[in-house]
């Protein structure tokens, strides 16, 4: 195993450790007004313990929903309420590797295709089930090797 491998399993440790809480979509309110809601703080009493206005408070608010809040932002109001902000990436389907072997099939199939359409102009079409023996091969050779294009489309 070389060292390039070595990291990337300790990155898909970390990765899939996360990915195994239950981490939940936000509200629809957004976090930061469930949470100030919940504590039952005010946007003036929140405005006055991080100094700022109460329509900052507003407009923080109202950007969470927006999606234009920053990670600083969202820090400093939620220690301004007692709270810790914590954020992640969570890989879909729960394991980083199910997202390298997601990434690995979408190209393997794409070559095995584009092989198999050159092989039909020449009358030696492979059979079904041929080819889906050799995508799933190609999946998990793909998969182990992540050559330099391996993240570059399909």
């Known amino acids: 195993m070389s060292v390039r491998q070595l990291v990337q399993q300790q990155y898909q440790r970390?990765?899939?450790?996360?990915?195994?809480?239950?981490?939940?979509?936000?509200p629809p309110e957004g976090w930061l007004r469930t949470v100030r809601k919940s504590?039952?703080?005010?946007?003036?009493q929140?405005?006055?313990?991080?100094?700022?206005?109460?329509?900052?408070?507003?407009q923080a608010e109202t950007s969470e929903g927006?999606?234009?809040?920053?990670?600083?932002?969202?820090?400093?109001?939620?220690?301004?309420?007692?709270?810790r902000f914590v954020y992640a990436v969570v890989p879909e389907g729960g394991r980083?590797?199910?997202v390298i072997l997601a990434q690995a099939r979408r190209k393997a199939t794409a070559l095995v295709h584009a092989a198999?359409?050159?092989?039909?102009?020449?009358?030696?079409?492979?059979?079904?089930?041929?080819?889906?023996?050799?995508?799933?091969?190609?999946k998990h050779q793909l998969a182990r090797d992540m050559p330099a294009d391996f993240w570059n489309e399909p």
């Not at 504590?39 to 003036?44: C, H, I, K, R, T």
């Not at 809040?69 to 309420?81: D, G, H, V």
């Not at 198999?116 to 041929?130: C, N, T």
Request: net charge negative; proline share 3%.
């Open 116 to 138: 198999s359409k050159h092989m039909a102009l020449e009358s030696q079409v492979l059979p079904d089930e041929s080819i889906a023996r050799e995508i799933d091969r190609l």
């Open 66 to 83: 927006e999606g234009g809040i920053t990670l600083k932002s969202m820090q400093a109001t939620a220690e301004a309420m007692g709270c």
């Open 14 to 26: 970390v990765a899939d450790r996360n990915a195994a809480q239950d981490w939940e979509a936000p």
């Open 96 to 98: 980083i590797e199910d």
């Open 39 to 44: 504590l039952g703080m005010s946007g003036a």
């Open 46 to 58: 929140l405005a006055r313990r991080m100094g700022v206005t109460r329509a900052r408070i507003a």
